[in-house]
């Protein structure tokens, strides 16, 4: 089967035009270890940049890479016109039998549709329900992005919904819609570090960019009560931080205080590796977003035995289904969060029991791609 997958290169969203290896998002990335060396399947990578790149033929013996250039006025401010058709142009040339669009985001989506060949497009943030939430005022780019994913997803083959609550807000916009988690990438499922290597303190961590909708300003809240009860433990917060961000300016004020009290520290952006090693290192974490479609952190730290405490919205409650030690609060029960976790310290912080094996069963690289292959098949099936 000859598969073409439509994703964003991180170089030209961050404006890393020197690297000369392409980046894609964690979700993509691990699809494609599931697809690397599967027999039978060739596969074709296509992302859109709007600077020239030096990149590699191949990402694997059966997978190829190709950057294609579309100039400025081709992308969002003429509805990805310039994407599209550079799109459909190489897709002439792979003659694929399928093409998915990965995330209503960017072009994507609008361009597998519009590619001329059987299609499938995978929601990975809800664009309209995010327009609706934060009132994206009209022409914005959260605006023109929710009438562009309505736009594509009444006009695919299929939508393959990450979690249910994705699944719930995408049923009455498109045709047919699958089930489908994102996948881990493989160094998660890596053995842990010994049990000696983890911190004797009690460490918790909260993992993602610092914005209104993650919320880490409020769990500042919940560091304050904790520490004010005399409990011992250290609140680690990762990922980037815009500090120009009105928000982010707050979180780094607030912070300040409990920084210097020894319970709280804002670590910036970390590798993989390096994420891996903090979790390996650390008790738990916490997250505990206003809005999630999925929750691939949360996926991620359970696959590396962390206790879990969360929010029970979005993807999260599919994630926390079933697995030891997950402990899920309503949206805004940040009494019920606090007790929770204090009482945890009072037990000694345990790790999550074997919650990496539960993990492992539904979301592993080779697992999801596998959904994937017979999803295609269906369709491909049923269109002949």
């Not at 000369?20 to 596969?43: C, D, I, N, S, Y």
């Not at 974490?285 to 405490?309: M, N, Q």
């Not at 919205?313 to 997950?326: K, T």
């Not at 539960?358 to 959904?371: F, L, T």
């Amino acid at each position: 089967m000859k598969i073409v997958v439509l994703t964003t290169d991180n170089r030209d969203h961050e404006r890393s035009y020197a690297e000369t290896m392409p980046r894609f998002g964690p979700a993509p990335e691990a699809l494609l270890q599931g697809f690397a060396g599967l027999p039978g399947v060739e596969m074709h990578v296509v992302s859109c940049t709007q600077r020239p790149m030096q990149s590699p033929e191949k990402l694997a013996d059966n997978i190829w890479f190709h950057s294609l250039l579309v100039p400025k006025i081709g992308w969002l401010r003429t509805g990805y016109q310039g994407c599209i058709r550079a799109v459909r142009r190489k897709l002439k040339e792979i003659q694929p039998d399928i093409v998915h669009g990965q995330g209503t985001e960017r072009d994507c989506a609008i361009s597998a549709v519009f590619s001329g060949f059987p299609n499938v497009v995978t929601i990975h943030g809800n664009m309209a329900e995010l327009a609706r939430l934060f009132k994206a005022p009209i022409g914005s780019f959260h605006w023109l992005t929710a009438r562009l994913e309505n736009f594509t997803l009444r006009r695919t083959a299929g939508v393959f919904c990450n979690s249910g609550y994705t699944e719930a807000l995408v049923r009455p916009r498109a045709r047919r819609v699958w089930r489908v988690p994102n996948t881990l990438r493989r160094t998660f499922f890596d053995p842990t570090l010994k049990a000696a290597a983890i911190s004797r303190c009690c460490v918790l961590l909260n993992v993602g960019v610092i914005t209104p909708r993650k919320r880490q300003l409020e769990l500042l809240e919940v560091v304050q009560t904790l520490h004010r009860r005399g409990l011992k433990f250290e609140f680690h917060f990762i990922g980037r931080l815009n500090p120009a961000e009105a928000y982010a300016a707050a979180f780094l004020e607030r912070l300040k205080s409990l920084e210097a009290a020894g319970c709280a520290r804002h670590l910036g952006e970390r590798s993989t590796e390096e994420l891996i090693r903090h979790f390996d290192a650390a008790a738990g974490l916490v997250h505990f977003p206003s809005e999630e479609a999925f929750g691939l952190v949360v996926a991620e730290a359970l696959a590396r035995d962390l206790k879990f405490f969360g929010a029970r919205l979005g993807g999260i409650v599919d994630i926390a289904e079933g697995v030891p030690g997950a402990e899920l609060f309503a949206e805004n029960d940040w009494a019920g969060l606090t007790d929770a976790i204090a009482c945890w310290i009072g037990q000694g912080h345990p790790r999550a029991d074997n919650a990496a094996a539960a993990m492992h069963q539904r979301y592993h690289p080779e697992v999801v791609a596998q959904r994937h292959l017979n999803i295609y098949r269906e369709i491909l099936n049923t269109r002949s």
